[in-house]
């Protein structure tokens, strides 16, 4: 079947002109004839999409060429069709206007026919070439966005798979996010926020609880209340993922980085000061932090989980406002109330998601046509390299060695973070007879790669622990991999995706992550609750010893935050903590209970007083950068109230408030004298 001509619009009211043209271009484009500018606009209305090129008089009758120029720009067809302007006119100032209103070529009458041959050809396959390259272009933004929008569900996946939430979490953050981000750059200039800026954030709200990758999946989906120690568990998955990006070999100075460093790390602090794990206040939370918490809080509230059924729109709202779940800044308060619409059409009334995907690619598109200096070849390759970049992050948050593996041809590609951890590039050609290759020798494999041949394309996933050369020394890794088979019949199997995990490293993390768990963060000093743990182990196992313990807090500490700042008062909690770890035995107990609380248990077996009385005076009186530290204490005894930690602790505190009734700076031991004191409002 032949192909079809193109089409070609003339336009003049000249018939000899047309005619001369016509015969000129007839044996290889089909012509359209025009004889004003009128027919020519209606022409265009009809067939614009079919017209490959106008060739324009410029004086005509009804309507002259000038004037369907500029219907043309006003309707917006002379981006996609090109318009050569023919003319007797030569002035300047007519030519000028000419090209100002969009024309790609002008030719002066008489002209040669070879010559208008030629430009008209070179003009219909320029703008084939530019057609051709802009759906290329559009087709890879497309595929690149999919991909994009794929990473998010992939990782959404990965993080909630194990917590038994649905994969939708991550998607309605970031979409929740970037609708009140646009709500509240409507309202205030105060947060300096473009548009990039805003989807910055969406996109690194997916990673907001990706610490939980490291949550007992006992703990994530049990479906009652947790305990004390367990929800101590669980908050340290904001900790968690913020040590991850903060480990991360690369990239550090990056904004996302820091923007997922910031969400990871504050996503739990509230606008009161009430959150975890820092206690920030007001605006000392980021912005993108403090949005995404909201978001985070609308979405749990309404999604169902393993512990409770899923809220009502209007519900969640209504808890949130009413402070339910915590202190928001008023101003977000204002945002979340002005997009509830848009929520409630958006999560609970479905259809979204499509059109948000459609309006992005759509301003991405926008945005390049404002760019028409860069050339489209350029445009490709910044895309390009934006979405490996962004794979290469997110295949950083997990800190996992992801590679892929083809048989034809043998090569092994590795992502940025695992290449580097390997010590290797990260393209491997023939990996298993590469004499420079000592990570996928094929001794080493040859195990793995018969497992995986065994697989089938209904059961294509392998585990396996495999024996390799790492940093000149063997170490055991364990292979998660998925065998790609082929579609054809029989399948064929052609290579591998997976991924390559540190046996002994991640046993290393593990006990860091148990360390974080029973820890205080700042200070790594004992939490509360296991520090009350031990101390009853010990108590158990020496029932008749002699204990005492002793709680204490700074005194006028609220002072350092308020004159200093809230890093100074860290930086003076961290200093106490080792004096105290100077002034303890090496057995005795010692714990950061609160923001300035701490306690210590030890075993003694004479003169207690000058025990606490050298504790405390190692702990109180020094001028720490124009602050002085001193310190109020209680001490209790079992011999007074006997070992249960209960008592202890009370009496202890009770021994605490007489101090400060007396004016602080002191320590006291309890006795029953104190329980006739002023009573106290319990903390």
């Known amino acids: 079947m032949a192909k079809e001509k193109q089409k070609i619009l003339i336009v003049d009211d000249s018939e000899m002109n047309r005619s001369i043209l016509t015969d000129i271009l007839d044996s290889e484009y089909d012509i359209i004839e025009a004889e004003n500018g009128m027919q020519a606009v209606a022409a265009l209305q009809q067939k614009q999409e079919e017209i490959s090129l106008v060739l324009l008089d410029i004086v005509m009758p009804e309507m002259d060429g000038f004037e369907v120029l500029q219907v043309m720009n006003e309707q917006r067809w002379i981006e996609n069709v090109p318009v050569i302007m023919i003319s007797a006119e030569t002035r300047s100032s007519r030519v000028d206007q000419a090209y100002e209103l969009g024309v790609v070529d002008f030719i002066t009458r008489p002209f040669d026919a070879r010559v208008v041959h030629r430009r008209v050809v070179n003009t219909i396959l320029l703008y084939d070439k530019q057609a051709k390259l802009k759906e290329l272009v559009a087709e890879q933004i497309y595929e690149k966005e999919q991909n994009s929008g794929l990473m998010v569900d992939i990782l959404s996946h990965i993080v909630e798979f194990r917590n038994g939430e649905s994969g939708l979490h991550v998607l309605h953050v970031r979409t929740l996010t970037e609708l009140l981000l646009h709500r509240l750059v409507q309202k205030t200039d105060q947060y300096h926020l473009k548009q990039k800026d805003i989807s910055a954030i969406g996109t690194a709200s997916a990673l907001h609880d990706v610490g939980k990758i490291a949550i007992d999946e006992r703990i994530l989906n049990k479906p009652g209340r947790l305990t004390s120690d367990e929800f101590a568990i669980m908050k340290t998955h904001t900790t968690i993922g913020a040590e991850m990006l903060k480990n991360l070999p690369f990239h550090q100075e990056h904004p996302m980085v820091q923007l997922v460093y910031q969400i990871c790390r504050w996503h739990h602090e509230r606008y009161d000061g009430r959150g975890y794990p820092d206690g920030l206040v007001g605006e000392e939370i980021p912005i993108a932090a403090q949005v995404v918490a909201l978001a985070d809080v609308y979405d749990a509230l309404t999604s169902e989980r393993v512990y409770k059924k899923g809220f009502s ?157 790492f940093q000149g020394e063997p170490r055991w890794f364990r292979v998660i991999a998925r065998a790609i088979w082929s579609s054809d019949e029989p399948p064929q199997y052609t290579g591998v ?146 070992t249960d930690f209960n008592a202890l602790f009370h009496a202890a505190d009770m021994a605490l408030y007489a101090v400060k009734n007396d004016g602080r700076g002191m320590f006291r031991i309890y006795d029953e004298s104190i329980e006739d004191l002023p009573g106290r409002a319990e903390a």
């Open 313 to 469: 729109h209007e519900k969640a709202i209504q808890m949130i406002v009413n402070g339910e779940c915590g202190a928001f800044s008023p101003l977000m308060m204002e945002c979340l109330l002005d997009v509830s619409d848009q929520i409630e059409k958006e999560f609970v009334n479905g259809g979204g998601q499509v059109q948000a995907q459609q309006r992005e690619l759509q301003s991405i598109s926008q945005a390049m046509s404002q760019h028409r200096e860069l050339s489209a070849s350029h445009r490709t390759l910044q895309l390009l390299e934006h979405e490996r970049m962004k794979y290469n992050f997110f295949a950083a948050m997990s800190q996992e060695i992801q590679f892929e593996y083809t048989l034809l041809p043998p090569m092994v590609t590795l992502n940025t973070w695992g290449a580097e951890k390997l010590g290797v590039s990260e393209v491997i050609m023939d990996p298993h007879h590469d004499p420079k290759n000592r990570c996928f020798r094929a001794e080493d494999w040859s195990d793995f790669a018969k497992n995986l041949r065994c697989t089938t394309p209904e059961h294509p996933l392998i585990t396996q622990e495999v024996k390799l050369m």
């Open 497 to 642: 995706i997976g991924k390559v995990v540190d046996v002994q490293e991640s046993k290393v993390k593990m006990e860091s992550l148990q360390r974080m768990a029973s820890h205080d963060s700042l200070t790594d000093l004992l939490n509360l609750s296991s520090a009350r743990k031990r101390i009853e182990e010990q108590i158990q196992a020496a029932p008749d010893a002699e204990y005492a313990l002793a709680v204490f807090d700074l005194d006028k500490f609220k002072q350092a935050n308020d004159n200093f700042g809230h890093s100074f008062g860290n930086e003076v909690l961290i200093r106490v903590s080792e004096k105290l770890r100077q002034s303890v035995r090496s057995g005795d107990i010692v714990a950061r209970y609160g923001g300035d609380e701490f306690l210590i248990f030890l075993e003694y077996s004479q003169d207690l007083y000058s025990v606490i009385d050298r504790i405390f005076h190692c702990l109180s009186g020094e001028d720490y950068k124009g602050f002085l530290i001193s310190a109020s204490m209680g001490v209790a005894q079992s011999s007074m109230v006997g």
